[in-house]
């Protein structure tokens, strides 16, 4: 019967932190927008229909740094400064590769295949090991049916023979 | 008249390596204004990315209005279409620096007032410093930097209504080569053409230069140049080469290098 008859809370009661805290952001944002209708309906504003911002394709810029591509203006030259010599290195080959993103041409130690290989084969050896005994066998059959490589014959543990 | 305006408008492509006047009218591509208009672009054609207008163009109505007088310059638009549009700009000379903000300059410090530095870099105002703004620095830390000393920094605020800011940390906080520079080696102004001439990307110039003898130098955008080297006799030719390449042609060049590289 209590349960029924839900009293009406008051506005200011439920704009208390306290309440606020567990509405949606929903209703938040409802309640936001009834509270900033009774402040501008104070406030006044200039009549205007909404201007459209044109969209400009036109950035205006007052340096020269983006449009001449300059170099760092720090540098050294045989050896005289290794630190500004090491810097030069770093900022121009920073803004070269700001340039190319489309190649990513990283020259590394290890091929890609080579890594893909070695990574497949990781995963499984790693969890191997923390699966339980019964579960090594299921997979140890899987194994054996879906591998196309010839497998090493497992060895099982023979139990001794009286 | 209305003949004498419509003379001034050119299209912005054609105008590319000729001599400009502030006034003239650079008329651009006219860019779909509605996306129906998209479709004549044809299926080839990347779409317009953003235009860049350099300094010396600004944008008015149909295109760019040119306020410097010089040669105007365009680079191709990079990348894969997702990259910037192409940039137009005005190749001027000038030997008075405006601050422009994200620039790297040499400053002279002038006064230590408590916790800013002024610092003077060529302009109508004295650049301000903090003196948190060193890498490694906190209120205990304080950097050790003294009146006269030089100082390789970038503006963080640099327009014609404030007094401009800078600083000798980039946005994450590193130096990158920043700070006070060193107390030897000789200070000397060029004009800016020059410099951004040096620092283009394959500048003759300085890769000559580097071949001769070991030596460090600081470009600042606002016309001054640092040169250390081991002896002053080093230093000041460096100096002096630098000085007079703006008005050498490159054979006149070649042969002042060869005379050097004899000794």
Redesign the interface.
Known sequence: MAGEVKTKLSKNLLRMKFMQRGLDSETKKQLEEEEKKIISEEHWYLDLPELKEKE??????????????????????????PE?EK?MIQ?NSRYKKE?I??DDTAEADVSDEEMARRYETLVGTIGKKFLKKRDQRVLQDEDENSNMRPSKAKKMFLKPQD | MAAAAEAGALPAEERVGQVVLPGDVLLLPSHPEADGARLWLGPGAALPGRLVCGPGLRSCGAGLLVTKGGLLRHRQPGGAGGGSGGAYWVDSQQKRYVPVKGDHVIGIVTIKAGDIFKVDVGGSEQASLSYLAFEGATKRNRPNVQVGDLIYGQFVVANKDMEPEMVCIDSSGRANGMGVIGHEGLLFKVSLGLIRKLLAPNCEIIQELGQLYPFEIVFGMNGRIWVKAKTIQQTLIVANILEACEHMTAEQRTQAFAKLSER
């Open positions: 400009s394709f036109i950035i205006e810029e007052r340096s020269f740094m983006p449009c001449e591509d300059l170099l760092y203006g720090r540098m050294s030259f045989k050896g005289f400064n500004i810097l900022m340039e993103e489309a």
